[in-house]
């Protein structure tokens, strides 16, 4: 099992790798990702089984980028 710190260390290790002008989308997901565990009509803590996910599916429809296309041009760079 990982620890808090090993997942700190791959998601820093992962945002490093990333290109300067990605910075600014993964500031916004990662604030979404936030608003997801930490807001008061959270059910389940973390851990526990929460198969419904519309709670992001809501955040992500009223997001003013177009986060479906940024992550298919993601995936295509990587191809």
Same mark, same amino acid.
């Given at each position: ?9 791959? /998601?820093?290790?992962? /945002? ?9 989308? /993964? ?8 608003? *997801? ?10 851990? *526990?089984?929460d198969t419904s996910h519309e709670k992001t599916r809501n955040l ?20």
């Amino acid at each position: 099992m990982i620890d808090k710190s090993q997942y700190e260390k791959r /998601i820093l290790g992962e /945002i490093r790798s990333l290109p300067e002008e990605a910075l600014p989308k /993964i500031a916004r997901l990662l604030s979404l990702i936030r608003e *997801e565990f930490v807001t008061p009509e959270s059910r389940f803590p973390l851990g *526990e089984e929460d198969t419904s996910h519309e709670k992001t599916r809501n955040l992500l429809s009223t997001s003013k980028g177009n986060w479906a296309a940024d992550v298919i041009a993601d995936r295509e760079d990587r191809v």
